[in-house]
């Protein structure tokens, strides 16, 4: 396979040459992708943020072993992903409250427009069960449908980052995506 590395490539080269300012740069590329991902995996702000800089971590130990086959955002949200699956194994041994805003509620990404009060209310109604129905999805159609609708990734890559086929990331999302279709029907959206 004839590969032409992209700038995240050489980044990653130049990181495990001894570069380390390399990897401030791939965190600045990468980090608000990452956080964004793993804050929709584990519905909680703080741990999202922790996730994400243990991405980083992990890309720096395996700066010396990384292999451009694939897309640089392929390797990374590989690494990511298995964080995430780590850390709900670990809640499911080690139950915790989840953080919550002011109002009791569980916060999965900040409201910053300005629509009507009724607009508001509406969207924030919509907002909060689609994160609520995303959220409640079996793990492996939340990981392929967050990659590959969010993170823009193609199937092969979502593959390559989850360690299963294209076909299987294709039924995920499709399963995922008759679910959240199903929960918004159900509300009358």
């Known amino acids: 396979m004839d590969f032409t590395p992209d700038a995240d490539t050489v980044l990653m080269q130049r990181l495990a040459g001894g570069e380390d300012l390399a990897l401030n740069e791939l965190m600045l590329r990468w980090r608000e992708r990452v956080a964004a991902f793993l804050l929709r995996m584990v519905g909680d702000h703080a741990t999202a943020m922790d996730l994400t800089q243990e991405t980083f971590v992990r890309l720096y130990t395996s ?18 992903a298995n964080l995430a699956r780590t850390q709900a194994r670990w809640r499911k041994r080690h139950p915790t409250v989840p953080m919550e805003d002011e109002s ?13 009060p009724d607009e508001s209310a509406d969207l924030h109604e919509r907002a909060d069960l689609v994160n609520r129905t995303i959220a409640a999805l079996p ?30 990331v294709e039924v995920r999302v499709y399963r995922a995506r008759q679910l959240l279709r199903e929960a918004l029907a159900k509300a009358g959206y």
């Not at 980052?161 to 294209?166: E, F, I, M, Q, W």
């Open 139 to 168: 793990e492996d159609q939340r990981e392929a449908l967050l990659l590959f609708t969010v993170e823009g990734m193609s199937q092969a890559e979502v593959a390559a980052a989850l360690g299963c086929s294209p076909k299987a």
């Open 104 to 116: 009791g509620e569980i916060r999965h990404e900040a409201v910053d427009s300005l629509p009507s």
């Open 63 to 80: 700066r010396k072993t990384y292999k451009p086959s694939a897309a640089f955002s392929t390797y990374l949200f590989h690494i990511a």
